[in-house]
C-alpha cells in the first residue's frame, strides 16, 4: 500500500499514476460537458419541430397522442443501441422526451384555445344565501356542523339516512347542497364517497369545509364506566378512539351510520350499559351526561367535508382542483399521467386510489392539485391527461376549507 508521502508530491498535489487518473477524470468531464451542450442544442431543435407538428395537428384535428407510432419508434430507437446494457436507457431517454414533446404540444393547443372544457359556470361567490341544504346523519353530527360552519344562518336544512340519499336529493332538486365527509385526518379516506361521486357523474364539489372531531364518550346520566357492554358510534370514530377503547376490552363496539346516530340509540335505549362515542354537541342535543373527554388518539383530529352541487360552478378564488383518472394496465402510465402535474409547475397535495369494479388489480386514481380552472397551467395539465388517461373527470374546483372547532 502506498505511504500518502509516495502518492503526492510536498505540496500535497497528486504524482504518478494517481495524477493520470486525476487528468483522464478531468478530461472525462470535459467531454461530459461538451455532449451534453450537443444534447441541449439538439433537444431544442427537437422542440422547435414539435412546434411544427402541434401545428399542424391544430389544423387537420389530428390528436396530439398517437401510442402506436411510440411505441414503434420505442423499440426502433432501443433497436439502435450497441450496448444491450443501455437499451432499457435509450428507451426511458425517450419516452421521458416523447412526452415532454406532447405536453408542448398541448401547450400550443391550449394557447389556441383548442378544445377546451369550458362546461362551468364561473361565479364571485357562491349563491349561499337561503340555500336548501342537505346532510346525513342528524342533528349534532359533524355533518350538521360543517354544514353550520360553512353555511350562513338563513338557509333551510334538513338530514337524510345514508351519503347516498343525500346526494339523490340534490339531483332531484330538492337541495341546492349536500354536505359530505370525504377524508379524516387519522382514519383517512371515506372510500364510500369517492365511489358516490364517482358513480354519480352529474355532481361536483364546490366548496370545503374541516372540523376538529373533539370525540367524547357520553351516555345516560349515572352511568357506570365498569358496567359497560357496549360502545356506539360511526366506524371511523371507532377507530379514532381505539387507544381509549382498548382499555376496554369488554366493551363491544358496534358501528353506526354517524356519531350522532349512536348518541340518539343510546338517549332512546334508556340502558345504561350502552354509550356513544360523539361530539359535546350531540351530548346536549340528545340530554346524555359526558363521561370521559379527550378520547381520540390523535389531538388534532379533523374531518374534511366536502360540499357538492349538481351545478358545475366554481369560485373566482377557488384554489383547489379535485379528479379521478385511469390509466391503461401498462408500465409507465401512472408515472405519464402525473407528468403533466409536475411539468406545469402544479403542486399536487393528495392522490389516493381505489379499486375499479369488475377490473380485478386496476385501479382508479383521485388526485388534489393546486389551482384554478381558469389557469393556462391548469388548462394544460387537464389537457394532458385526459387525453393520455383512459379515463378522466374532473370533480370540482373550489376554494381550501378553512379548520372550525
Same mark, same amino acid.
Given at each position: 500500500?502506498?505511504?500518502?508521502?509516495?502518492?503526492?508530491?510536498?505540496?500535497?498535489?497528486? $504524482?504518478?499514476?494517481?495524477?493520470?487518473?486525476?487528468?483522464?477524470?478531468?478530461?472525462?468531464?470535459?467531454?461530459? #460537458?461538451?455532449?451534453?451542450?450537443?444534447?441541449?442544442?439538439?433537444?431544442? /431543435?427537437?422542440?422547435?419541430?414539435?412546434?411544427?407538428?402541434?401545428?399542424?395537428?391544430?389544423?387537420?384535428?389530428?390528436?396530439?397522442?398517437?401510442?402506436?407510432?411510440?411505441?414503434?419508434?420505442?423499440?426502433?430507437?432501443?433497436?439502435?443501441?450497441? #450496448?444491450?446494457?443501455?437499451?432499457?436507457?435509450?428507451?426511458?431517454?425517450?419516452?421521458?422526451?416523447?412526452?415532454?414533446?406532447?405536453?408542448?404540444?398541448?401547450?400550443?393547443?391550449?394557447?389556441?384555445?383548442?378544445?377546451? #372544457?369550458?362546461?362551468?359556470?364561473?361565479?364571485?361567490?357562491?349563491?349561499?344565501?337561503?340555500?336548501?341544504?342537505?346532510?346525513?346523519?342528524?342533528?349534532?353530527?359533524?355533518?350538521?356542523?360543517?354544514?353550520?360552519?360553512?353555511?350562513?344562518?338563513?338557509?333551510?336544512?334538513? %338530514?337524510?339516512? $345514508? &351519503?347516498?340519499?343525500?346526494? /339523490?336529493?340534490?339531483?332531484?332538486?330538492?337541495?341546492?347542497?349536500?354536505?359530505?365527509? @370525504?377524508?379524516?385526518? $387519522?382514519? *383517512?379516506?371515506?372510500?364510500?364517497?369517492?365511489?358516490?361521486?364517482?358513480?354519480?357523474?352529474?355532481?361536483?364539489?364546490?366548496?370545503?369545509?374541516?372540523?376538529? !372531531?373533539?370525540?367524547?364518550?357520553?351516555?345516560?346520566?349515572?352511568?357506570?364506566?365498569?358496567?359497560?357492554?357496549?360502545?356506539?358510534?360511526? /366506524?371511523?370514530?371507532?377507530?379514532? !378512539? *381505539?387507544?381509549?377503547?382498548?382499555?376496554?376490552?369488554? &366493551?363491544?363496539?358496534?358501528?353506526?351510520?354517524?356519531?350522532?346516530?349512536?348518541?340518539?340509540?343510546?338517549?332512546?335505549? =334508556?340502558?345504561?350499559?350502552?354509550?356513544?362515542?360523539?361530539?359535546?354537541?350531540?351530548?346536549?342535543?340528545? *340530554?346524555?351526561?359526558?363521561?370521559?373527554? %379527550?378520547?381520540?388518539?390523535?389531538?388534532?383530529?379533523?374531518?374534511?367535508?366536502?360540499?357538492?352541487?349538481?351545478?358545475?360552478?366554481? /369560485?373566482?378564488?377557488?384554489?383547489?382542483?379535485?379528479?379521478?383518472?385511469?390509466?391503461? %394496465?401498462?408500465?409507465?402510465?401512472?408515472?405519464?399521467?402525473?407528468?403533466?402535474?409536475?411539468?406545469?409547475?402544479?403542486?399536487?397535495? =393528495? @392522490?389516493?386510489?381505489?379499486?375499479?369494479?369488475?377490473?380485478? &388489480?386496476?385501479?382508479?386514481?383521485?388526485?388534489?392539485?393546486?389551482?384554478?380552472?381558469?389557469?393556462?397551467?391548469?388548462?394544460?395539465?387537464?389537457?394532458?391527461?385526459?387525453?393520455?388517461?383512459?379515463?378522466?373527470?374532473?370533480?370540482?374546483?373550489?376554494?381550501?376549507?378553512?379548520?372550525?372547532?
Amino acid at each position: 500500500m502506498l505511504k500518502l508521502s509516495e502518492k503526492t508530491d510536498g505540496n500535497g498535489n497528486y $504524482t504518478g499514476k494517481d495524477q493520470k487518473r486525476m487528468i483522464d477524470l478531468k478530461d472525462s468531464r470535459e467531454k461530459i #460537458d461538451a455532449i451534453d451542450q450537443e444534447i441541449v442544442r439538439l433537444f431544442e /431543435e427537437r422542440m422547435a419541430v414539435a412546434e411544427q407538428v402541434a401545428e399542424y395537428k391544430i389544423q387537420t384535428g389530428k390528436p396530439v397522442l398517437d401510442i402506436a407510432r411510440e411505441q414503434e419508434k420505442l423499440a426502433r430507437l432501443t433497436a439502435m443501441a450497441h #450496448d444491450p446494457e443501455n437499451a432499457l436507457g435509450i428507451r426511458e431517454l425517450f419516452r421521458q422526451v416523447m412526452s415532454t414533446s406532447r405536453r408542448r404540444q398541448y401547450q400550443i393547443l391550449t394557447k389556441h384555445g383548442i378544445g377546451e #372544457d369550458r362546461n362551468y359556470e364561473v361565479v364571485d361567490e357562491l349563491p349561499k344565501e337561503g340555500a336548501t341544504v342537505v346532510f346525513q346523519g342528524v342533528e349534532g353530527a359533524y355533518s350538521y356542523a360543517a354544514m353550520q360552519a360553512y353555511f350562513p344562518e338563513n338557509i333551510h336544512s334538513f %338530514h337524510v339516512k $345514508t &351519503w347516498k340519499d343525500a346526494i /339523490e336529493e340534490i339531483l332531484e332538486g330538492r337541495a341546492d347542497y349536500a354536505v359530505l365527509p @370525504i377524508e379524516n385526518s $387519522t382514519a *383517512g379516506i371515506v372510500s364510500d364517497i369517492y365511489d358516490l361521486l364517482t358513480d354519480y357523474e352529474d355532481v361536483y364539489i364546490v366548496g370545503e369545509q374541516i372540523i376538529r !372531531c373533539a370525540h367524547v364518550l357520553m351516555g345516560l346520566p349515572g352511568t357506570d364506566l365498569s358496567k359497560v357492554q357496549r360502545v356506539y358510534s360511526h /366506524e371511523q370514530a371507532l377507530m379514532q !378512539c *381505539g387507544d381509549f377503547l382498548d382499555m376496554h376490552p369488554a &366493551w363491544e363496539r358496534i358501528p353506526l351510520e354517524n356519531t350522532a346516530v349512536a348518541a340518539k340509540r343510546v338517549h332512546k335505549e =334508556k340502558d345504561s350499559a350502552s354509550v356513544a362515542i360523539a361530539s359535546t354537541q350531540a351530548a346536549g342535543a340528545y *340530554g346524555l351526561c359526558i363521561l370521559a373527554e %379527550h378520547i381520540y388518539n390523535n389531538e388534532n383530529n379533523s374531518t374534511r367535508f366536502v360540499i357538492v352541487s349538481r351545478k358545475r360552478r366554481f /369560485e373566482k378564488s377557488a384554489g383547489k382542483v379535485s379528479i379521478c383518472f385511469e390509466v391503461r %394496465h401498462e408500465t409507465g402510465t401512472l408515472y405519464s399521467v402525473l407528468s403533466h402535474i409536475i411539468y406545469n409547475g402544479l403542486n399536487m397535495s =393528495k @392522490i389516493e386510489s381505489r379499486p375499479i369494479p369488475k377490473k380485478n &388489480w386496476q385501479y382508479r386514481f383521485f388526485v388534489d392539485f393546486d389551482g384554478n380552472l381558469e389557469d393556462g397551467a391548469v388548462k394544460n395539465a387537464l389537457r394532458g391527461i385526459r387525453q393520455e388517461a383512459s379515463y378522466m373527470r374532473v370533480f370540482g374546483n373550489y376554494r381550501t376549507g378553512e379548520q372550525k372547532k
